[in-house]
């Protein structure tokens, strides 16, 4: 008995990928962007409905290719129309993705990692630990599925009209793997997004922050959460490796070179901690003058953290005080607290695999085969 040969799941490869895909089969490579367009744009996933793609063709990708989407395994709905979905991760774990509809547009915030290896104090899915990073197909599966589940606006356009990584995990820990996605993301054969409609959220980490700026320059948003590195070291660790001023010079590099696009810094607010008029004062020095504007976020319980949301009349006046100082500020509203799908929130099931480790320069280890996601100060 002969082993059966294994196939090659085509979501989420790149255009590049993709092509040398039906090359090796020794298709021409033009093959790609209609695949393309029938997997993303037209979400067919048979390929003998592929219909302008000759029969010889689609024999080859039945019996070479498969499409494997993520398995949905629960559907949540908030009381504000937030909708916050739960995917299958294998092994008996989960991750989420929330969508968080709005007057002129519709976001979904995706998630790139099981879990999370940076260990923010205040964020539920650091809480948790690190499994593995999830794979490009478990990624844009994500985004896939919800654009066919939620029901199109009143123009005939898709729900989704922006999508940030925001959910669970480090992106620019999971590179190799959200690259493909970012790319599909823009890409006019796939969804066609435009790049400011597309968001990296990043805790910092620096070399990452400069690749991703020759690879895929989109927009990009950092948690900075503390405006001197004696606060940040104990909320955000990986602060340790990658200082407050070597992670703004590379924020200050990335705007550069997307025409002097804006940077937008997130700050989540926790009372007693990071809140005072000091702070704010602080963080209005670090980015004056620059590309930047700051989205304050009020912080959001989980079970076990010990911080407590800054009060509303604490965010007004932290708010007004950058702006005062030239900066533009502006605050996130809580939305989808009700399901948990709310910013910092989201936790999904995870079997965390990793011991953190800041001594020695990194964070995380290779804890699976397709992966390495040290992170290094070099």
């Known amino acids: 008995m002969t082993d059966a040969v294994k196939k090659t799941n085509l979501l989420g490869l790149s255009q590049g990928d993709l092509e040398q895909f039906l090359i090796a089969r020794n298709e021409r490579p033009f093959r790609a962007k209609q695949i393309m367009q029938w997997i993303y744009q037209r979400a067919v996933d048979d390929f003998d409905l592929m219909t302008d793609l000759s029969k010889s063709l689609r024999a080859e990708l039945q019996a070479s290719a498969e499409f494997v989407p993520p398995k949905v395994l629960q559907r949540?709905?908030?009381?504000?129309?937030?909708?916050?979905?739960?995917?299958?991760?294998?092994?008996?774990?989960?991750?989420?993705?929330?969508?968080i509809p709005e007057a002129d547009r519709g976001t979904l915030c995706i998630s790139s990692q099981v879990g999370c290896a940076l260990d923010c104090s205040f964020c539920a899915t650091g809480a948790q630990g690190f499994n593995r990073n999830l794979t490009s197909a478990e990624i844009i599966g994500q985004v896939r599925h919800?654009?066919?589940?939620?029901?199109?606006?009143?123009?005939?356009?898709?729900?989704?009209?922006?999508?940030?990584?925001?959910?669970?995990?480090?992106?620019?820990?999971?590179?190799?793997?959200?690259?493909?996605?970012?790319?599909?993301?823009v890409s006019d054969w796939a969804y066609g997004m435009s790049r400011r409609r597309v968001t990296v959220s990043t805790s910092g980490i620096v070399p990452h922050i400069n690749k991703l700026a020759d690879d895929c320059n989109v927009a990009l948003a950092v948690s900075l959460h503390a405006p001197s590195d004696e606060l940040r070291d104990q909320i955000v660790p990986i602060n340790k490796l990658h200082p407050i001023s070597t992670l703004l010079d590379a924020c200050w590099k990335y705007a550069e070179k997307r025409s002097?696009?804006?940077?937008?810094?997130?700050?989540v607010m926790l009372r007693g901690v990071n809140d005072s008029i000091a702070h704010a004062n602080q963080l209005a020095e670090l980015l004056k003058d620059k590309p930047a504007k700051v989205n304050l976020i009020p912080f959001n319980p989980f079970p076990g953290t010990e911080f407590k949301r800054s009060s509303a009349d604490t965010i007004r006046h932290f708010q007004s005080r950058l702006r005062e100082r030239g900066l533009v500020a502006t605050t996130r509203r809580t939305r989808g607290d009700d399901i948990d799908a709310a910013c910092g929130q989201l936790a999904g099931k995870v079997s965390d695999r990793v011991k953190k480790r800041l001594g020695d320069k990194s964070i995380g280890q290779k804890t699976t085969g397709d992966e390495d996601i040290r992170i290094s100060s070099a």
Request: proline share 4%.
């Open 146 to 185: 919800a654009i066919a589940d939620l029901p199109r606006r009143g123009n005939g356009e898709a729900a989704i009209s922006n999508v940030v990584f925001m959910g669970m995990g480090e992106p620019l820990a999971n590179y190799r793997n959200v690259v493909p996605v970012l790319e599909l993301l």
């Open 260 to 267: 002097n696009r804006f940077i937008t810094f997130e700050y």
């Open 76 to 99: 949540f709905d908030s009381t504000d129309g937030c909708v916050k979905w739960l995917f299958s991760s294998g092994s008996g774990q989960a991750v989420e993705t929330v969508f």
